[in-house]
């Protein structure tokens, strides 16, 4: 059986505005406690993200090719590895970020693929952090743009 998450949450703000605050550095730190990253803005181009930089390296990075991105409506990523310095690399997974516009607020759905099959202990471990963490990431999220209108 294929393993997904999907996420969707409502924001009261513009799709633009969203995807915006998946793209900045500013936005990332503000919202989702990110140390650095490294994004080129186009289709092929790279999609970088660290946290928890100390003297002793980086904990974790998420890294991936940008596949598809229009700044009004989506962000789609491929070949995503997460590399976590306590466990092994896993991936690649597709992250699809899909902001569909409303009258006075937007639906972000967020679906990421890729996870291998039940039974192997780290693969399970990952799905269920990423299955509790979409959720409460994107209240990070929500919280965040609201707070900026």
């Not at 990423?130 to 999220?141: E, F, H, K, T």
């Given at each position: 059986?294929?393993?997904?998450?999907?996420?969707?949450?409502?924001i009261n703000c513009d799709p633009k505005e969203i995807?915006?605050?998946?793209?900045?550095?500013n936005h990332l730190k503000a919202w989702w406690g990110?140390?650095?990253?490294?994004?080129?803005?186009?289709?092929?181009?790279?999609?970088?993200?660290?946290?928890?930089?100390?003297?002793?390296?980086?904990?974790?990075?998420?890294?991936?090719?940008?596949?598809?991105?229009?700044?009004?409506?989506?962000?789609?990523?491929?070949?995503?590895?997460?590399?976590?310095?306590?466990?092994?690399?896993?991936?690649?997974?597709?992250?699809?970020?899909?902001?569909?516009?409303?009258?006075?607020?937007?639906?972000?759905?967020?679906?990421?693929?890729?996870?291998?099959?039940?039974?192997?202990?780290?693969?399970?471990?990952?799905?269920?952090?990423?299955?509790?963490?979409?959720?409460?990431?994107?209240i990070m999220l929500k919280k965040y743009l609201e707070?900026?209108?």
């Amino acid at each position: 059986m294929k393993r997904v998450v999907v996420s969707e949450i409502r924001i009261n703000c513009d799709p633009k505005e969203i995807l915006e605050a998946l793209m900045d550095i500013n936005h990332l730190k503000a919202w989702w406690g990110v140390d650095s990253c490294f994004i080129e803005r186009k289709d092929g181009g790279l999609y970088t993200l660290t946290w928890l930089r100390s003297s002793e390296g980086i904990k974790f990075i998420s890294t991936g090719r940008i596949n598809l991105y229009n700044y009004r409506s989506h962000l789609y990523l491929e070949d995503v590895l997460y590399i976590n310095s306590e466990k092994p690399i896993l991936g690649p997974f597709t992250i699809k970020y899909d902001v569909a516009a409303h009258d006075n607020y937007s639906i972000l759905k967020v679906t990421q693929n890729g996870f291998k099959k039940e039974g192997d202990t780290i693969w399970d471990w990952y799905y269920k952090a990423v299955a509790d963490g979409w959720p409460q990431a994107l209240i990070m999220l929500k919280k965040y743009l609201e707070k900026l209108d």
